[in-house]
């Protein structure tokens, strides 16, 4: 993956790291990894979904 997210999650935990958005998990289910994630202070998750507004959704039947 692009992100070590073991090394964010310490990072997190031991505030060497203020926060992080994350959109994308290697694997996109979840497992007690991405649990344990889930109570992360200062992690926000997205089920891959983070592009969606309106506006982007207003563009993207623009491209059609």
Partial sequence: GCVDMA?????????????????????EQMDDFVRDLAGTQNLFLSPHAAWFSAEAAVEWRSWW
Avoid: W
């Fill in 7 to 27: 090394a964010v999650k310490v990072a997190l935990d031991e505030n060497r790291l203020g926060g992080a958005g994350i959109d994308v998990l290697e694997v």
